[in-house]
């Protein structure tokens, strides 16, 4: 019987008694027969050839077909692998099986190159996974086809000469110095010109430019190895036709060390040596670093400067294993006559050409145990003979302090005062009282003396100017009281201007003058001449012009006023 021809079979059976003689009864039954599968059929290719079409830019590791091969069993009985057995196109592509559409997968293994091979042949084999000896004399359970693969041509981007480029440069090269060159070229056959350009982010120091068309890298600045030893850039190249396709490469510029950097200690030394050290005695070792490169740096020389005298305290000496150490030269240091010495030393390193560099080394004198060990080297255990601790020093000082502050404010109070211009005391403006009892009102005059406001002759004294020298010493002019009385305050008024005017000791500017003297009521009123532009009026000026040199002005102003009236 064969599945594969028919799987399904239906029979009916009947039943009779009486042996089946006439009269008898019967019965029938229908039974449905199933026919299970077996590994009877190989699996067979549709087709003894396959063509298939691949572009060049498909990427490596995707799929680029399919084939199937077809088995009449069914289950596992139908499962088969597909595999390469031969062709030019082994180590290209790969083939693996889909277990649920039992179909074979084609993959790209390497890039495809159409400009070096244009197309690859490949056979492949399907073969049952499940085989059954018993039906082993019908044949293989395997087929296999012919399948050829049709690379296809596509316009791609530059290919660089190298994966990746490394290159050299020394620190401190002039600007435009030549770093190296990268080179990519048009991998289609139209061979295209190729563009290239370094790409930087926004925060990227621009250090190199590249030439667009030769690709030669060059500085753009002086580089500096101790700042940055490193630079990595990227490159990109494109096609000058169509500048969309691109290629990258990385580009990695190793700057070299220059010896450009001396040596210096390794960190600041404090160096202690005790009274009670001994000649040759070694009281500390130092150390020295170099920022430059180890071929620059290391090793280290140190020395005195022989341009100096000897020194008669203290010694160097090289180890000549980057260190050095210090040495006394005499036994027994003091205190008292010195707590600090200062030895210049020299250190060269190992570069070519070597550069040196000078520094100086503080040691301080402290007392020590007998062991070596530091007991104090603070000022206070000079102090200590004469008694004086540390607050006793802070309190003296603080009274110092306090006593140049008070000498200080004093000074400055002294002469902050200005002395009265007027040399006489019984100036009025002097005359002031300053009390807290409240006053009487106007009826209370004894708080200030306002006679001299009644009597002009209480003002009479002739007083001098204290902020000038007087060249003419005048001699005071008296009037009797009696005149004084008679006359009025506007000829009052007028004769101590006329002898202010006459008076060669007050100065060319304005002065105030004083006049302690309550006049009477003028009878002119309002001297003010707002209004005497536009109202008629029959007032002479021509007074104004024998009050002096001070009213010329305003005598001539309104004598021009009042002669455009009478015209």
């Known amino acids: 019987m064969d599945r594969e021809a028919r799987e399904h079979y239906s029979v009916v059976i009947q039943a009779k008694d009486m042996a089946g003689q006439v009269g008898g009864l019967s019965g029938s039954t229908t039974v449905n027969i199933t026919l299970t599968d077996v590994n009877d059929n190989p699996p067979r290719f549709p087709q003894k050839h396959y063509q298939l079409y691949v572009p060049e830019s498909a990427q490596v590791g995707s799929a680029v077909g399919k084939i199937k091969a077809n088995d009449a069993d069914t289950g596992s009985n139908a499962d088969m692998t597909y595999s390469i057995i031969n062709g030019d196109g082994v180590g290209i592509f790969s083939i693996s099986t889909d277990k649920e559409t039992r179909e074979g997968i084609l993959s790209l293994k390497k890039p495809l190159n159409y400009e070096k091979k244009k197309s690859y042949t490949l056979n492949i084999e399907g073969a049952n996974t499940h085989l059954d000896f018993r039906f082993s004399h019908l044949g293989p359970f395997k087929d296999a086809t012919m399948l050829k693969i049709i690379v296809g041509d596509v316009d791609e981007p530059p290919l660089f000469s190298m994966p990746s480029y490394v290159m050299e440069v020394y620190e401190n090269a002039k600007i435009g110095t030549v770093v190296g060159t990268v080179l990519a070229q048009d991998p289609d056959s139209a061979n295209s010109l190729v563009r290239y350009f370094i790409e930087y982010n926004a925060e990227d120091d621009r250090s190199f430019n590249i030439d667009a068309n030769t690709g030669i890298i060059k500085t753009t600045k002086v580089l500096d190895r101790e700042e940055t030893p490193w630079y990595n850039i990227t490159v990109a190249a494109s096609e000058k036709d169509n500048p969309g396709l691109l290629s990258h490469v990385a580009v990695g510029i190793r700057v070299l060390d220059v010896n450009d950097n001396p040596p210096e200690l390794a960190r600041e030394y404090d160096i202690v040596v005790c009274e009670n050290s001994k000649p040759g005695q070694v009281i500390h070792t130092i150390s020295?670093?170099?920022?430059?490169?180890?071929?620059?740096?290391?090793?280290?020389?140190?020395?005195?400067?022989?341009?100096?005298?000897?020194?008669?305290?203290?010694?160097?000496?090289?180890?000549?294993?980057?260190?050095?150490?210090?040495?006394?030269?005499?036994?027994?240091?003091?205190?008292?006559?010195?707590?600090?010495?200062?030895?210049?030393?020299?250190?060269?390193?190992?570069?070519?050409?070597?550069?040196?560099?000078?520094?100086?080394?503080?040691?301080?004198?402290?007392?020590?145990?007998?062991?070596?060990?530091?007991?104090?080297?603070?000022?206070?255990?000079?102090?200590?003979?004469?008694?004086?601790?540390?607050?006793?020093?802070?309190?003296i000082l603080l009274c110092v302090v306090i006593l140049l502050a008070i000498v200080v404010l004093f000074i400055t109070l002294r002469r902050s005062k200005k002395e009265p211009l007027i040399i006489s005391e019984e100036d009025v403006r002097e005359n002031v009282v300053t009390y807290d009892d409240e006053g009487g009102g106007e009826e209370d005059t004894e708080a200030f003396d306002i006679t001299a406001l009644r009597n002009p002759s209480a003002a009479e004294e002739l007083k001098y100017r204290r902020d000038i020298i007087p060249e003419v010493n005048l001699t005071p002019r008296h009037q009797t009281l009696?005149?004084?009385?008679?006359?009025?305050?506007?000829?009052?008024?007028?004769?101590?201007?006329?002898?202010?005017?006459?008076?060669?000791?007050?100065?060319?500017?304005?002065?105030?003058?004083?006049?302690?003297?309550?006049g009477q009521r003028s009878e002119a009123g309002s001297?003010?001449?707002?209004?005497?532009?536009?109202?008629?009026?029959?007032?002479?000026?021509?007074?104004?012009?024998?009050?002096?040199?001070?009213?010329?002005?305003?005598?001539?102003l309104y004598g021009e006023i009042e002669s455009e009236r009478t015209t």
């Open 288 to 395: 020295a670093t170099d920022k430059d490169d180890f071929a620059n740096g290391p090793r280290f020389n140190f020395f005195l400067d022989e341009r100096l005298s000897i020194n008669p305290n203290f010694t160097l000496k090289d180890n000549e294993d980057n260190t050095a150490s210090i040495l006394t030269r005499r036994r027994r240091f003091s205190r008292t006559i010195q707590d600090v010495y200062y030895l210049p030393i020299m250190i060269s390193d190992g570069g070519i050409p070597s550069l040196s560099s000078s520094s100086t080394l503080t040691i301080r004198v402290c007392a020590c145990e007998r062991d070596g060990r530091v007991r104090t080297c603070h000022a206070e255990a000079f102090l200590s003979s004469a008694g004086l601790s540390t607050g006793a020093l802070i309190a």
């Open 482 to 518: 009696s005149t004084l009385e008679s006359i009025d305050v506007q000829e009052f008024i007028k004769q101590r201007l006329a002898e202010a005017d006459l008076d060669p000791s007050v100065p060319p500017y304005d002065s105030l003058q004083t006049y302690a003297y309550e």
């Open 527 to 556: 001297i003010s001449s707002l209004d005497s532009a536009t109202t008629q009026s029959d007032q002479d000026y021509h007074y104004l012009g024998d009050w002096g040199p001070e009213f010329k002005k305003l005598a001539e």
